[in-house]
């Protein structure tokens, strides 16, 4: 059914049934320009010989920054192209030029690598990586430079959880390092993967199951070391549909759990110490007369909360926008919730919020007033809010899902989900599933088949009766390209 | 390992600085000094500084007296003379504090004082109803409880401000006597006998400002002090209220507690601004024990806000936010459930694409068609073009072009047309029925929007370097066109704003993804349609923020460190490589390659930076990286990782 083709940025296309037509998608010619395009003739000849992967000129000068500024690193890896950015890095596609001089245990992904080098199907809209038969297999890894403003320590910390975890599975393994001055480059497996903002349209639950399973085991074998990734999303987690693997990266945000604890939250508490401090608090005794604060300091001179708040927007649990102090593995399952609401709500990203008060209060749309009071008054806050759109109830995720996906009922499988996806999303961190706990659910362990697929053309748009005018949107959108 | 530090131990590493006042806030304190007119006697203080029992207004020797206890009180900590009288005072508050410490309960003060109390109560009881009190800057409420308190009390409330009023009791701070600045003997004595008189205005005064009417705006406030009248804070009268009424002056703990919620706090005399805040805020928002947010002043909320607070007030709020005042909800500018198309974030209110408005014509003219033939339609149709009204006024703030004038979105019409109920709650474009996914023909490719930059957000909340994506997701996000309702991301707004027009006025498109779909595209040789049409897009794809912010634009720059690194040994890197290093030529770009400085925050250096190229070749910069120690721990986990080589090649 599905073929997996390489593409140039490490971006592994599903190819799906017989409506998914790849020649005529406006995202394909988006992805095309946003990856390609323009190299000089000279740059081009000589890149030509070996591949002809394009890249942006932009790209292309930030690689022969990096291969100037970097004694030797030329002649170990030869940059291909920029697949990523993170907050403190930039991540190329390289091939290992000496791969054979060294032990590669690391290589598990070896199939992987095998695969992208399938001849494609022809398209017009993508070369073919290398030429085939004509030289060796290149072999490909992943080079993540590490910005310079990075602090030894912060390189440090990763390195070493990377280091801690290797040998687990579904989290990915760190092959070597090296520095010089400022600069540290680390160098990973290059795992060929889909982009999930393409592909999380086209999944149906049992690839959503596929999907989360092998998530959840890196988180499980991450959580294991008592180590928080604190960066869960879809872009840190590169999946490969085929294999129905994907590894997880990017541990830039990382801590062990403990490290960061500076005084106890309220939340670390056992209940009845919570409750009687929470009932002996300055709010119990003073509450405010409307019933809702009429306002906050002006002038504010007292000291700020402090926590670790690092992460992605969006995908922030409760705990990390309420600053506890106390933080846990959860933090990371409840990205993973956020994840599995994207794929049941079929809307990526599902939260968007442009700060952390952005993302509370959307998520206080979802769980009402009423639920977001208990659970800030576990971390020692107090929650109010007169937003009218905020309910006091909020909305159960059954129902959530219905509207954001737009249907009317949900499929037994997809309740399914939903069940778990309420196990993650859960407000209180303490009951809130652990890695362990969501692999033990029901979606897992006793899967409901009733799936249908989704549908067929991603790019079809979903206003039936209507779609006269779609053939025509679309090659108004090739136009303006 | 033993070797990490916590990265919370990184200065900004988990807060960025520009979350939260970056300054610590300096507490207001008003230099104006409020004038204590008959302080009532003090109680609170007392009871904070000695025993719950206190029987303040037993340390009342007369109204005259009032202010002098108060400022020996309220300076006792540094006077270093204290007169006779102040030592009088001082004995008889320790005479009467050590039954108490004693801890006898019901343990009754000295006769005197006591005395001293109901003098001063039968003097207020029989004042007061020859008051006229005007209520100035009260909450309405607060002033219904008073005004009725008074009334009790025998005085009258004015509604007007007008010269029969006596007193002009206020929320806001009190204005210094400006005729006579009263020295610590005068005031009170003045003072008390304004209070025993009530005395009328003095005509002069009245004279006086008639003169001044053109000045007309005069502050009520100042008019009060100019003609004479007593300007009390709203606790003071509530302390006056309460020590009036407080019959049980014999006294027991009840009375001191009591005394203790009603007269609220401590310092007392001069220089109390802040005392007045204190009592402000207990009387507006509640009485209060030990008030953690006594000394500072309120910032009132008057539209819908989001206010996540320390429930012991021991922190500044972890959130607050407050937004403008809306008719109706849909119009708010906080993040809301809105009709986005599926496979967009439910959370953006989007302005329908051109395509999609166009689509949107069609659609109209068929069911116009359609709506002339069914009377039905026609209904239906007339519902539409009120909300076509409605929402093009809030299509208008945030679009982009005049090409296509927007119509109603599609998503709205269906939902106002055939869902009204749905309308509170999420509401999302095809809400059509649906049997189930079977029939779920997947979502349109999402060509606006955070989605359509084709990036997810970055990871952020770490340090400041990555503003950028912060910058660029208010961009994105719903409420990005509400300047002023997210105090202090302003500013950070209009830098982006102003690198986004320079960009587009520049005439260089980024990277090579030419937003296709932007209809604004045509339109962008015009600088300001396009300023204005990029400012308020969220559509507006701004691609790959890092490689326009600096690297690919170091210019003239990379030369110079390119140098002063060959000189530098390599390190980690196999030997036999090294003789090899050449550069590739830089495709040399003509001049239009600005340099798009990225701001950020140097962990190495400890330093904010406005350009990310410039300052990795600062003098301190270098200093650090070539500086060997500052990378001992990293190194020695580094040879840990170094790649095992076959044992052919060793």
């Known amino acids: ?481 | 390992m033993s070797t990490r530090r916590p990265l919370a131990n990184v200065p900004n590493a988990t807060n960025s600085p520009h979350k939260a006042g970056l300054l610590p806030a300096k507490r207001a304190r008003s230099t104006q000094m409020e004038v204590p007119y008959g302080q009532p006697p003090p109680k609170k203080q007392v009871t904070d500084s000695f025993e719950p029992e206190s029987r303040s207004p037993s340390r009342a020797k007369s109204t005259v007296q009032q202010s002098t206890e108060s400022r020996l009180f309220a300076r006792r900590s540094n006077n270093a003379n204290p007169s006779a009288f102040e030592k009088k005072l001082v004995a008889a508050r320790d005479r009467e504090r050590h039954p108490v410490v004693k801890g006898a309960k019901g343990e009754k003060p000295s006769a005197d004082t006591l005395d001293t109390i109901r003098q001063w109560q039968r003097h207020y009881r029989k004042a007061f109803p020859q008051f006229v009190f005007y209520f100035d800057s009260i909450p309405e409420d607060v002033r219904r409880k008073f005004s009725s308190q008074v009334v009790a009390l025998g005085a009258r409330e004015e509604n007007f401000f007008s010269r029969t009023v006596t007193h002009v009791v206020t929320s806001r701070p009190i204005p210094a006597e400006t005729a006579t600045s009263p020295t610590d003997e005068s005031a009170p004595t003045t003072e008390a006998n304004g209070d025993a008189n009530v005395q009328t205005v003095n005509p002069s005064l009245l004279d006086k400002n008639a003169g001044r009417r053109d000045q007309g705006n005069m502050d009520v406030l100042q008019r009060a002090r100019q003609m004479g009248m007593k300007i009390w804070a709203l606790e003071k009268l509530q302390r006056m209220i309460t020590t009036i009424n407080d019959n049980d002056i014999s006294g027991h703990h009840d009375a001191a507690s009591r005394s203790k919620t009603a007269g609220g706090h401590t310092a007392h005399g001069k220089g109390d601004n802040a005392l007045s805040r204190v009592l402000r805020q207990e009387l507006l928002n509640g009485p209060s024990d030990r008030d953690p947010l006594s000394s500072m002043e309120m910032q009132v909320f008057k539209g819908p806000f989001i206010y996540i607070h320390d429930m012991n007030e021991k922190t500044k709020p972890v959130m607050v936010r407050e937004y403008p005042r809306v008719a109706k909800r849909q119009d708010g500018a906080w993040p809301q459930f809105r009709s986005a198309p599926l496979g967009k974030c439910p959370f953006i209110d989007e302005p329908p694409s051109r395509k999609e408005m166009d689509r949107q014509r069609m659609r109209q003219a068929q069911k116009e068609k359609k709506a002339a033939r069914q009377n039905a339609e026609e209904t239906r149709s007339q519902s539409k073009s009120v909300s076509v009204t409605a929402n093009e006024k809030n299509v208008d703030t945030k679009l982009v072009t005049e090409l296509s004038k927007p119509q109603k979105p599609f998503e709205e019409q269906t939902n106002t047309a055939t869902h009204p109920e749905i309308t509170r709650k999420p509401s999302f474009e095809e809400a059509k029925e649906r049997k189930s996914s079977e029939s779920f023909a997947p979502p349109p490719i999402p060509r606006t929007g955070s989605f359509y930059t084709g990036r997810e957000p970055a990871a952020s909340g770490v340090q400041p370097s990555n503003v950028t994506s912060a910058i660029r997701s208010q961009m994105v996000s719903s409420t990005a066109g509400v300047p002023g309702a997210k105090a202090g991301l302003s500013k950070e707004m209009h830098g982006l704003k102003r690198k986004v027009l320079e960009k587009e006025t520049g005439g260089i498109v980024t990277g090579s993804m030419a937003a296709p779909q932007r209809p604004i595209n045509g339109s962008s040789l015009n600088p300001s349609r396009a300023q204005s049409a990029e400012s308020n897009n969220s559509a507006k794809p701004e691609k790959r923020p890092r490689e326009d912010d600096g690297y690919q634009s170091e210019g003239d720059r990379p030369k110079r460190r390119r140098e002063d690194e060959k000189n530098q040994h390599q390190h980690k890197i196999p030997h036999k490589v090294q003789h090899k290093t050449q550069h590739r030529e830089l495709p040399k770009k003509p001049e239009q390659r600005r340099r798009d400085p990225k701001p950020g925050y140097c962990e190495n250096c400890r330093e904010k930076f406005d350009d990310f190229e410039e300052h990795t070749l600062t003098r301190k910069h270098r200093r650090f990286a070539q500086n060997s120690s500052n990378w001992a721990e990293l190194d020695s986990l580094l040879f840990e990782l170094q790649r095992p080589l076959k044992e052919e090649r060793i």
Not at chain 1, 62 to 87: A, W
Not at chain 1, 135 to 156: D, H
Not at chain 1, 261 to 287: E, G, M, W
Request: glycine letters at 6%; aromatic letters at 10%.
């Open chain 1, 1 to 481: 059914m599905s073929a997996l083709r390489g593409a140039p940025a490490g971006v592994l296309e599903l190819q799906r049934s017989s409506s998914y037509q790849v020649p005529e998608h406006p995202k394909h010619r988006f992805e095309e320009v946003e990856e390609a395009l323009e190299i000089d003739d000279n740059e081009q000849s000589r890149r030509q010989k070996n591949y002809d992967e394009e890249v942006d000129e932009s790209v292309r000068e930030d690689m022969s920054k990096l291969e100037d500024t970097f004694p030797g690193i030329i002649h170990r890896f030869r940059l291909v192209n920029r697949i990523g950015e993170g907050t403190f890095s930039t991540v190329y596609k390289a091939e290992d030029l000496l791969y054979d001089h060294y032990h590669n245990d690391w290589d598990v992904f070896a199939q992987a690598q095998q695969q992208e080098s399938w001849p494609s199907p022809s398209s017009k809209k993508r070369r073919i990586d290398g030429e085939p038969g004509q030289r060796k297999q290149p072999r490909y890894v992943a080079l993540k430079k590490i910005y310079v403003t990075s602090s030894p320590i912060r390189i440090q910390n990763e390195l070493e959880l990377l280091h801690d975890l290797r040998g687990c599975k579904s989290v990915c393994p760190l092959i070597t390092a090296f520095r010089y001055q400022d600069q540290v480059v680390a160098v990973l497996p290059y795992f060929p993967h889909s982009d999930f903002r393409i592909q999380y349209r086209t999944f149906m639950v049992a690839d959503m199951r596929h999907y989360l399973r092998s998530l959840l085991t890196a988180l499980q074998s991450v959580h294991e070391h008592d180590i928080l990734h604190r960066d869960i999303k879809p872009t840190n987690f590169l999946y490969n549909p085929e294999l129905k693997e994907g590894v997880l990266v990017d541990f830039g945000l990382a801590e062990r759990e403990g490290s960061e604890y500076t005084s106890q939250c309220l939340c670390a508490h056992q209940t009845y110490v919570r409750r009687s401090r929470i009932l002996s608090s300055y709010y119990s005794k003073n509450p405010p007369t409307s019933g809702l604060s009429n306002g906050y300091p002006k002038n504010d001179s007292r000291s700020s909360r402090r926590a670790n708040r690092a992460g992605t927007r969006g995908f922030r649990a409760p705990e990390v926008l309420f600053k506890c102090t106390s933080q846990t593995t959860k933090i990371d399952m409840w990205s993973v919730g956020v994840i599995l609401l994207t794929l049941l709500g079929r809307r990526f990203p599902f939260f968007n919020s442009a700060d952390d008060i952005d993302a509370m209060i959307e998520m206080s749309s979802i769980f009402g007033t009423r639920r977001m009071k208990t659970a800030a008054a576990m971390h020692g806050q107090i929650f109010e809010t007169n937003i009218p759109t905020i309910g006091e109830k909020g909305y159960s995720w059954e129902k959530l899902v219905k509207w954001s996906s737009c249907v009317e009922d949900l499929t037994e499988s997809e309740q399914q989900a939903t069940r778990l996806l309420a196990g993650l999303m859960e407000l209180d961190p303490s009951k809130r599933f652990s890695a362990e706990e969501a692999l033990q659910h029901e979606f897992f362990t006793q899967p409901v088949h009733h799936d249908v697929e989704w549908g067929g053309h991603p790019e079809e748009s979903g206003e039936s009766g209507e779609e006269e005018e779609d053939g025509d949107d679309e090659a108004d959108e090739v136009a303006m390209l």
